[in-house]
């Protein structure tokens, strides 16, 4: 995603209840901080937000917490919300490489990753979200019975994360090649900004689900 150093940035993420900004430790905090049991869903690199924030929406029972690198596309997301003050929306700007500081053993429910940055040479394979570093990762945070949910339009990019939830020693429920032709795993599926902008432009969206 190209950045665009958005003025102010900073200072509407510190004044906003609903972002955490680059914080230690939360592991373990989660049902204080929504005040409730409910069940927790991330979403991991989620840009300008709009796929959890619609979520959240159309969910009340679930909560939501939308990680994000850039405090320069995640502004958008959290001005909206702003607006729209939904109880079950948060979001922390943070590197997702530290995520099992911020959620405990089993607190999240269930991992959404929508485009994820491809990291195409070989030697930063760790870096992309679907390695079997970030399924190791994913182990720690997500409850036995959870899963991880994963679009994208880059085709190579799909096709190591196959190889990869098996290398991490976990299952594929369901995936797909043509998200969008697909009758059963498109029911209810949510557009985010990228998948708008790839299908315009005629490209297939790939997803997969996998669990242990
Ligand atoms: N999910 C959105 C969508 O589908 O429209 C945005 C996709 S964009 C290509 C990928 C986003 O992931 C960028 O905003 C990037 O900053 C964020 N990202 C990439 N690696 C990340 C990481 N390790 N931790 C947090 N965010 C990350």
Redesign the pocket.
């Known amino acids: ?1 190209r950045l665009r150093n958005v003025k102010g940035a900073r200072d509407v993420m510190q004044e906003s209840e609903y972002v955490f900004a680059d914080p230690d430790s939360m592991a373990g905090q989660w049902k204080e901080i929504f005040g409730n049991d409910n069940p927790v869903q991330i979403e ?4 300008k937000g709009k ?1 959890i924030t619609t979520l959240a929406g159309l969910n009340p029972g679930i909560n939501y917490v939308g ?4 405090s320069s ?1 995640l502004i958008r997301a959290v001005e909206k919300q702003n607006e729209l003050k939904l109880p079950n929306l948060k979001f922390i700007r ?4 530290k995520i099992t500081d911020i959620f405990g053993k089993g607190e999240v429910d269930r991992i959404y990753l ?4 491809p990291w195409p040479k070989d030697r930063h394979a760790k870096r992309r ?1 679907t390695s079997k570093e970030y399924f190791a990762r994913y182990d720690v945070i997500l409850k036995q019975d959870g899963e991880v949910h994963f679009k994208t339009d880059n085709r190579d990019l799909f096709d190591f994360s196959l190889e990869e939830v098996e290398n991490a020693g976990w299952k594929l429920k369901a995936y797909t090649f043509d998200l969008h032709h697909d009758e059963k795993l498109n029911e209810g599926n949510i557009m ?4 708008t902008r790839f299908s315009e432009e005629g490209k297939p969206i790939n997803k997969l689900i996998a669990y242990r």
């Open positions: 995603m991991i690199g989620m840009g796929f990680i994000e690198k850039y596309v943070m590197d997702a490489e929508n485009f994820s940055d979200l985010t900004e990228y998948e």
